[in-house]
């Protein structure tokens, strides 16, 4: 069965600090693997990741690609209150519907 | 330029009567999709269309459900008979085409008392 984990579920820490976001998936048909940033109700787009190694960055988040070991990671430098949201995983199969994990929840404190 | 919008953002109904929920898509966008989402979890799966038919609609959990997108753009997911168990949030997603990011409405919440 395909199925997107997702680690931490929750996770509470202090403005300035760096996290990091895990997602790792089992998918019969991969096409892409895609993080979302859920603050109230609209899930919001951040990257979409197809290749292996290949960084992708946007002002303090970037995510990259692992193919061979079936996983993901979403980092976040220099965190921000605005920040908090809970951070969603997806696995785009076969180009369809989007499976999804269950997100970590981030709360950051200032 | 406008994203996703969904109406309404509320609704409260009562179990056993029938709700529409409608979904206006990105201009231009040929791809649409309706998940739901329960407290906790992630959103899940529940049909998309590509143009106007429904081109998979095998998370639909029983045939109280059905969605309808008859000129290629709004689409409606219809819910009868429904149950307390129907509740969560319905988003609908649109994307320029299939395999392309997907943008997300806002979501419906719906309560069955």
């Known amino acids: 069965e395909d199925k997107v984990v997702q680690s931490p579920l929750s996770l509470v820490v202090h403005e300035g600090d760096t996290v990091t976001l895990n997602c790792s998936y089992e998918?019969?048909?991969?096409?892409?693997l895609l993080w979302y940033k859920q603050e109230k109700k609209a899930p919001t787009f951040l990257f979409m990741l197809?290749?292996?190694?290949i960084e992708k960055k946007s002002g303090r988040l970037s995510s990259i690609l692992d193919k061979k070991e079936l996983f993901s990671i979403l980092n976040i430098t220099a965190t921000q209150t605005g920040d908090s949201a809970v951070y969603l995983c997806a696995n785009d199969q076969a180009g369809t519907a989007l499976i999804f994990g269950k997100g970590t929840t981030l709360s950051v404190s200032s | 330029g406008a994203g996703v919008s969904q109406t309404p953002s509320n609704k409260v109904t009562e179990k056993g009567k029938y709700v529409e929920l409608r979904c206006d898509p990105i201009?231009?966008?040929?791809?649409l999709y309706w998940y739901r989402q329960s407290l906790g979890q992630g959103p899940e799966f529940l049909i998309y269309f590509q143009g106007t038919g429904a081109a998979d609609d095998s998370g639909l959990p029983n045939d109280r459900f059905f969605a309808v997108r008859p000129e290629g753009s709004v689409s409606t997911l219809k819910i009868q008979r429904t149950e307390r168990g129907d509740s969560a949030v319905y988003l609908c997603?649109?994307?320029?085409?299939?395999?392309?990011?997907?943008?997300f409405g806002p979501g419906t919440r719906l309560t069955v008392t």
């Open positions: 201009s231009g966008h040929t791809a």
């Open positions: 998918v019969t048909n991969f096409r892409s």
């Open positions: 197809t290749s292996s190694g």
């Open positions: 997603a649109s994307s320029p085409k299939l395999g392309g990011e997907q943008y």
